[in-house]
């Protein structure tokens, strides 16, 4: 359903763009979408979130300001842009998209039945 790309190694202060395509056939309007994030040996978090009606937004309080979720219509894509990059940002990506006909932002995995396969964001210092 969904196909992740984008991570790379970094050094501190510098920017990715992470996409993540929709192959199901359906559009990326048809979801809320997010993207969490997994450190080594820790768990799966929450990192940013975008809500299937009215575009609401909302964002780990570690990235915010410095991270922006968006759809991109035209590709089909959910994107997550990552500005000033710190060492603490590394991590395994993963989009999701789930079908909750809301407004709301969600920030558990359990909202999502989706998962993109992650992208390795690795930011040195």
């Known amino acids: 359903q969904l196909q992740a790309s984008g991570g790379g190694s970094v050094q501190t202060g510098a920017s990715l763009r992470l996409s993540c395509a929709v192959v199901?056939?359906?559009?990326?309007?048809?979801?809320?979408v997010a993207w969490f994030r997994q450190p080594p040996g820790k768990e799966r978090k929450f990192v940013a979130g975008?809500?299937?009606?009215?575009?609401?937004?909302d964002y780990a309080d570690s990235v915010k300001d410095r991270f922006a979720i968006y759809r991109d219509k035209a590709k089909n894509t959910i994107n997550l842009q990552m500005n000033s990059l710190k060492p603490e940002d590394t991590a395994v990506y993963y989009c999701?998209?789930?079908?909750?006909?809301?407004?709301?932002?969600?920030?558990?995995?359990?909202?999502?039945?989706?998962w993109g396969q992650g992208t390795q964001v690795t930011v040195s210092s």
């Open positions: 999701a998209a789930g079908s909750q006909y809301t407004t709301t932002v969600y920030y558990g995995t359990e909202a999502y039945e989706y």
């Open positions: 199901s056939g359906r559009t990326v309007s048809s979801y809320a």
């Open positions: 975008l809500s299937w009606e009215g575009d609401f937004t």
